[in-house]
Every structure is written in structure tokens, then in C-alpha cells.
């Protein structure tokens, strides 16, 4: 089952930007959260930025002031404004949505490459 479908990654120069985007499926109901995630080769899945269905944010260290994230309601997606690229930003970018039950549903991931 496919919930979430992540779109946006690629690769780009150190210093330049990418906007990813996040469809949650209507069959995800009452979604509470929304956050991406990251992963690099040989290193733990990290929490990037998360926001709530009362539209307070979360980010981490690395990316505050460099990352924004954002959700549309009524297009059900959830989207993360990257800014000021570097190379340790590389890494699967995945999304994920928390519905009020506590359950946890995850998208299949986008490459995100930054090149020195």
C-alpha cells in the first residue's frame, strides 16, 4: 500500500534549492502530523522537520533557518522548502504522516544529491 508519494529530489549544487512535496493518500484519515526524515549512506534515519495539524513546527539543528516546512490542506500535501544546499544534506528524503489513532505511515523516499 502506497500512502504517501514524495516528489522533488535531484541533485543540485552546493548553495542551491529544492522543494519536495509529499501526497498523502485519502485513505489516511484525521492526520495530525506531517515530517520528513533523512537518510545517508551508513547513518541512522534523522528527523528533519515535522508540523502538526495546528500548524506548529519542529526542525532539526542542521537545517533550521535553511528549511521550511509547509502543508495544503486541501490538496493533502505536505511540502519541505530547502535552501542553501550543502553536501551533508545528502540523503533519502522520506515523509511521514501520524493520524490521531498514532499510527505512522511512511513514503517510499527521494534522493536528494548536493554536489561541492
Known amino acids: 500500500q502506497v500512502h504517501l508519494v514524495e516528489s522533488g529530489g535531484g541533485l543540485v549544487q552546493a548553495g542551491g534549492s529544492l522543494r519536495l512535496s509529499c501526497v498523502a493518500s485519502?485513505?489516511?484519515?484525521?492526520?495530525?502530523?506531517m515530517g520528513w526524515y533523512r537518510q545517508a549512506p551508513g547513518k541512522q534515519r534523522e528527523l528533519v522537520a515535522t508540523?502538526?495539524?495546528?500548524?506548529?513546527?519542529n526542525y532539526a539543528d542542521s537545517v533550521k533557518g535553511r528549511f521550511t516546512i509547509a502543508r495544503d490542506i486541501a490538496k493533502n500535501t505536505a511540502y519541505l522548502q530547502m535552501n542553501n544546499l550543502n553536501p551533508e544534506d545528502t540523503a533519502v528524503y522520506y515523509c511521514?504522516?501520524?493520524?490521531?489513532?498514532?499510527?505512522?505511515?511512511w513514503g517510499q523516499g527521494t534522493q536528494v544529491t548536493v554536489s561541492s
Open positions: 508540523i502538526t495539524s495546528g500548524d506548529d513546527t
Open positions: 511521514n504522516a501520524k493520524d490521531k489513532y498514532n499510527l505512522n505511515y
Open positions: 485519502r485513505s489516511i484519515f484525521s492526520i495530525v502530523a
